[in-house]
């Protein structure tokens, strides 16, 4: 009975992967196998004339590979090993015709940070000289960013990097290490460092805040198309925002923008627009609530229910504000009849809202608009008890999708949400999601279960897709004019074209040009292939 019962349900597997229809949106090519670069992280670009840029580092080692994306072929690997001792990666920044690999090296005697960059000839796929940009003037914090999930990291991040909307400034940022730990008593002093695209220093200041650590906080930061570096910050005594610049000569300007601070947000991002204006974006949440088993960075269950936008010019004036709140019926949207229910409680008190919906990325339109695309994200800890003692099993979820897209005018366009259920142990692994834009229509890529293919919204919660067992390569279809969406699926991860695909990640899919986008896979026997998606439709 039970080998019958294990036997139907293969059928019923085998019955769904065969019913798949793949979209003919998409042609996809796999190109001849190449030997595997064993690293630790990976990091892919798509260049000017097409093709693409690999680079690998690990173990003081990097490889710079560069690929074609007609033929479908490596064109030349090159490696070094003469990067100073301890160095550690932290960026690769393309700008408008440059680009450089950013590292910096620890130096004990001085108990002090050395960043150094490192420019990339990408006709050649060769490393230049290196060059010194900054020393810290004592130890560096590591940056925190709320989030509702902490996944496992190779990388010790110090400095954090920021391009200008034209892509002709690179803005670095960095903390020193606090002198007094008391958050009353404490100023933190910031590193602001801004560069032209030949790295000459257009700003270069270790500034001071004006207030103490629990008297403000620093919510985001970008530059100007003129290099002018821009903060913006809570200020908890006024209960106000406020906007700092610092100039050419490293004066620090504040300008209060007259906006009540006193919400409950968890990260606000901003980019300079095509108007040469400041948007500003992140959600605002009306409670915390607190799971035993659900676990967010602070225990916490950030339950978010407004889109605040805000856009702002270079002086500081505020041209468009609006607080853009999440309708029920987008809530209720893809959950379980017992979810809907909690959401009709906390409806009931004024508190419906989407649980861990965590803000991933603020688009810049041409036209002036922006959309903002969130996730859902959170960690389940289970504690498994056996007679031989008890273990610690963590789950990394990434659920459904929201779009919000703003108009150049300041006004709602349209709100959506999308279908999405994954669930891994590894950490990232292939899960969450990689934005793509085309020429026509807007593209979210990631991996489902394809029993997922035709789902409605008050079917309720999607199938699972474990992270490493199969599945499809899907897409998001999205009208960017009037939020229309389509899905697609785009290949079969076992069988694409012939090849098995392992270790596919989302975060290495990537743009080489206008509606074509390449996904570097491992193929066994020590060696990779490179998958090509073309827009065809």
């Not at 029920?328 to 861990?356: C, D, H, P, T, Y």
Request: glycine content about 6%; charged content about 25%.
């Amino acid at each position: 009975m039970k080998n019958t019962f294990l036997f139907l349900i293969l059928i019923a597997v085998v019955q769904c992967t065969q019913g798949q229809t793949l979209s003919t949106d998409f042609k996809v090519d796999v190109s001849d196998p190449y030997k595997v670069i064993d690293a630790g992280s990976k990091e892919y670009l798509g260049l000017d004339d097409g093709n693409a840029l690999i680079v690998k580092m690990g173990r003081g080692i990097v490889n710079i590979q560069k690929f074609n994306t007609q033929s479908m072929t490596e064109i030349s690997r090159n490696t070094y090993k003469d990067l100073p001792n301890g160095s550690v990666f932290q960026n690769l920044i393309k700008t408008k015709d440059k680009i450089y690999y950013f590292y910096y090296v620890y130096n004990k005697s001085d108990k002090n940070f050395q960043l150094y960059a490192r420019e990339i000839d990408p006709v050649n796929a060769t490393f230049l000289d290196q060059k010194l940009i900054l020393t810290s003037s004592r130890k560096v914090v590591t940056p925190v960013k709320l989030s509702n999930i902490k996944l496992p990291s190779i990388r010790n991040h110090k400095f954090s990097f920021y391009n200008s909307y034209d892509q002709t400034k690179i803005m670095i940022s960095y903390r020193l290490y606090p002198i007094n730990k008391k958050d009353k008593e404490n100023y933190d002093e910031i590193g602001i460092y801004v560069f032209d695209q030949d790295l000459n220093k257009i700003v270069a200041q270790e500034t001071k805040m004006p207030y103490t650590e629990a008297n403000m906080s620093n919510l985001s930061y970008t530059v100007s198309n003129n290099g002018i570096a821009i903060m913006l910050v809570a200020n908890k005594i006024n209960k106000s925002y406020e906007m700092f610049t610092i100039d050419s000569e490293g004066k620090l300007h504040i300008k209060d923008l007259g906006l009540n601070s006193d919400q409950l947000i968890m990260n606000i991002s901003m980019k300079e627009n095509s108007k040469g204006n400041f948007v500003c974006g992140g959600y605002y949440a009306n409670g915390l609530e607190f799971d035993f088993f659900t676990l967010s960075s602070s225990g916490l269950i950030f339950n978010a229910n407004v889109l605040f936008y805000m856009e702002i010019d270079a002086q500081g004036n505020i041209i468009h504000q609006g607080l853009f709140e999440f309708p029920k019926e987008l809530i209720m949207q893809f959950l379980s009849e017992k979810q809907r229910k909690n959401v009709e409680k906390r409806e009931a008190k004024g508190k419906a809202g989407i649980l861990n919906l965590e803000l991933l990325k603020q688009i810049t339109k041409s036209d002036g608009s922006t959309l903002f695309l969130g996730e859902e994200q959170y960690v389940v800890q289970e504690y498994i008890y056996t007679p031989n003692g008890s273990k610690q099993k963590t789950e990394y979820h990434f659920a459904n999708i929201v779009l919000i897209k703003i108009s150049a005018n300041g006004e709602l366009k349209w709100m959506k949400k999308l279908p999405k259920n994954q669930m891994g142990t590894k950490g990232l692994g292939q899960l969450s999601i990689a934005y793509m834009e085309g020429k026509k229509a807007d593209y979210i890529a990631f991996v489902d279960n394809p029993k997922n293919i035709n789902l409605k919204p008050n079917e309720g919660v999607p199938s699972p897709h474990i992270d490493g067992r199969g599945g499809f390569l899907t897409t998001y279809k999205v009208n960017m004019n009037n939020g229309e969406v389509e899905k697609h699926t785009i290949c079969e991860l076992e069988d694409i074209k012939g090849i098995r695909a392992y270790q596919v990640k989302t975060n290495r899919i990537f743009r080489v040009r206008q509606n074509t986008f390449l996904m570097e896979v491992y193929i066994k026997k020590k060696q990779d292939a490179m998958i090509k998606f073309e827009l065809v439709n």
